[in-house]
């Protein structure tokens, strides 16, 4: 007889097919997390990804009628408990069982919404778009990683909140060309790409450091089942910055820059030696 375990079971799958689609490096990642983390975070990937492709991808259809359904079933599969998406059933049952705040996926829907008019940015709006976009990202993994220990997560929350932060505009600045010219956005405020110069390169990667560096500090207090895997992924887009910062301002405005998967692998190496020998 089939169960509800199986259809669990079946729904968890797709979220893993997800990742594994869209993401090496994040697939990498929850690889190096404790099991009984995996299932999680790829239900939270599954489900940041399906609203993100909304938004990005499907060009031609009426986002905003997607995009308010999407949120509308949301809803009512973390109500209900149960969802015919296999996306939005696995990612209920990671907020039903971490309590994940209505707060946290709310923001992030808003900020999606804000791609759907939003092609430039003032501070204010930048702020908001990156705390809705990657920074409660960031902290629902985290709900995950603290099971419950709620004086651990109020601690570490501002180092999440700075890792996200990082990882998105580290994502700004490799795909400047492919916003700017695809999807007709620039996110950094007050930017003009066609007066992106050095200096003003420069103040961004200071910006994205400052965020590098209060991140690390959190990592090293996450419970052990989760700070290999974090770091690993905090190693990946530390190295794909390094690159990113290396290279002339016209060369990211002309291609989109990669850390090719042999890279990915020694940083896993990396990774995994200074961790186990406490040298983080």
Known sequence: MNTLALYDEVCMQASRS?????STSFSIGIRSLDRRFHDPIHAI????????????????????SLLDRFRYDMRRAVQEKISLNPILHSFQRVVNEYGVEQELYE????????????????????????LGSAEVVGLMCLRVF?????????????????????????NFLRD????????????????????LD??????????????FDAALIGIRELPRGARFGVYVAY??????????????????????IR??????????????????FGLL
């Open 18 to 22: 997800t990742t594994k689609a869209y």
């Open 45 to 64: 990937y599954g489900f940041v990804r399906f609203a993100d492709e909304i938004v990005d991808t499907f060009h031609g259809t009426d986002k905003a």
């Open 107 to 130: 923001t992030f829907m808003d900020s999606m919404a804000m791609d759907l008019s939003a092609t430039s940015h003032d501070v204010k709006s930048y702020e908001t778009y990156i």
């Open 146 to 170: 603290c099971e419950g220990d709620g004086m651990r997560y109020e601690r570490l929350k501002p180092s999440a909140m700075r890792l996200g932060a990082a990882f998105q505009k580290v």
């Open 176 to 195: 400047l060309k492919d916003d700017h010219h695809n999807l007709g956005r620039t996110y950094f405020p007050g930017l003009e790409i066609a007066q």
């Open 198 to 211: 050095h200096a003003a390169k420069s103040t961004i990667e200071q910006d994205i450091q400052v965020d």
């Open 235 to 256: 190693l990946y887009y530390l190295n794909l910055f390094r690159k990113i910062k290396a290279l002339p301002t016209e060369r990211i405005l002309t291609e989109r």
């Open 259 to 276: 850390v090719r998967n042999r890279r990915k692998l020694a940083l896993l190496t990396t990774g995994y030696l200074r961790h186990s």
